[in-house]
C-alpha cells in the first residue's frame, strides 16, 4: 500500500541456508531487515550481512543474547533454526508479544508439546513444516484420499538435500498425519526391509538424502489395477522463503494470540 512503512523483519538463523534465502528474498520496497541473529559460536557473528555475502545490507549478525534488544523494534520474528535453539529461544520471543513465523521441523514430541505451550495465547505465531504454497496445497489434497476404496494402499516419498538432519521431513509428517486421519489409519512403516508385507491400514513413509535436493515430496494412492500420485517439488528453498514472507505479512495483521497454519494463510482452512 502507497505510504505504509515497510514490516521490520528480525530473522533467526540468519546466517542459514533458509535464514540468508529469507533476507534476499524479501522486497526492500515492503520489508527491511531489522535484525540478524545466529548462533553464539558461529564465526558469521559480528560481520554484516553484506560482509557474509547474503545481501547488500550493513546489519551485523549478532548472537541470540541479543533477542531480547532486537524484537521490541521488530514487527515480525521468523525462525529456521534447529529444535534445541529454538527450545531455547522462544520462551524470549513470548515474552516480546512480538508475532512469529515459526519454519524450524524435526522437534521430538515433548520438544513440540513445549512450543505449543510456549506459544498458544502467549503470541501470534504461523507454525509450518512447509511454507511453500504447492505443499500445502498437497496437504489439502491428502483428506481426499479418504474417497478412495480401501483397498488403495497410500505411500509418502520425500527427498531432501544431504545436509537435511531430520528424517522423515517435517513436511512428510504432517502429509503423514492428513493421510492417516483421511484414511483411518492406525500404525506407519518407516521405510522397509526384511520379511515384511503390507498390512491394510498402514500407511508407509520413505525418505532419501542426496546432493543439492531442496525437497520433494510424493504421494502415491495404489489401487488393484491402477495408481494415483500427488506430487511437489521445490524448485528452490525461495519457494519456502516467499512463503514465508506472505505468512509474515499476514501475520502483522493483528491477529489473534494463537498458533496459525499456513493453511490459515492461504485461507483454506474454513
Ligand atoms: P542451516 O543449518 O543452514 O541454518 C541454521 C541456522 O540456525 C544458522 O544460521 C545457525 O547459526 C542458526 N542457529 C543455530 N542455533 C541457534 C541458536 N541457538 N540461536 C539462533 N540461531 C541459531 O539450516 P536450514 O537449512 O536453514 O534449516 C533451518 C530449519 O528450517 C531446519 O529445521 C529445516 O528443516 C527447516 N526448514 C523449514 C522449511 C519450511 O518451509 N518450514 C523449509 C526449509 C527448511
Redesign the pocket.
Known sequence: MPGTSPLRLCV????????GTIIREAPADRFVITGA????D?P?IGKTLKELDIADIDLKVT??ASLRDLLPSADVCLS??????EV??LPSVAASGRPLIL????FSEAQHAYVLETLNAKIPCVM?????IGANMLFAMASTLKSLPADFDISVLEMHHS??A?AP??TAKTIAEAVSKARGYSSTVYGRSGMSKRARGELEVASFRGGGMP?EHAIYAFGPNEMLKFEHLAFS?SA?AQ??ILAAAWIAQNREPRVFSMLDVLGFNP
Open positions: 533467526v538463523g540468519a546466517s542459514g541456508r533458509m535464514g541473529v545466529a548462533a553464539a558461529e558469521a548472537p541470540p529456521f533454526t534447529s529444535p534445541a535453539a531455547e529461544n519454519g524450524t521441523t524435526g509450518a513444516s512447509n511454507f511453500s545436509g537435511k531430520d521431513s517435517g525437497g528453498r519456502f512463503g514465508a
